[in-house]
């Protein structure tokens, strides 16, 4: 049974800086892609950052790109998410997920498999 567990989460302020980490179980990640999410209240969870299985290469959502990067370690089921220059916009609960295959999907639906979310706060 795959499983999903992020930690790192917590409160901060402005500008700055977290990571968190989502710890993979259950089979082996390395060919599969691994994003992360983000949801805020009364809202439905958007792509935030995506990392691939074989290639490594990274894709971000506009509102983060140059403040986050997702990164992985060769041969471990972790994946990060690093997240800098922190504004209070960033607060919401941050939700790691897999897809079936080694592509990057950014549509929430091509996700599989969830972790349970960890959240942040960005205070002004």
């Known amino acids: 049974q795959v499983q999903l567990v992020e930690s790192g989460g917590g409160s901060v302020a402005a500008g700055g800086s977290l990571r968190l980490s989502c ?21 439905e969870r958007e792509f935030v950052a995506v990392i691939g299985g074989d290639n490594g290469k990274a894709y971000y959502t506009d509102y983060v790109k140059g403040r986050f990067t997702i990164s992985r370690v060769k041969g471990e089921n972790t994946v990060y998410l690093d997240m800098n220059s922190l504004k209070p916009e960033d607060t919401a609960v941050y939700y790691c997920a897999t897809p079936l295959g080694s592509s990057c999907p950014i549509r929430r639906a091509d996700y599989v498999s969830w972790g349970q979310g960890t959240q942040v706060t960005v205070s002004s």
């Open 23 to 43: 710890a993979a179980s259950g089979r082996s990640f390395s060919h599969y892609a691994m994003g992360w999410f983000r949801r805020f209240p009364e809202k």
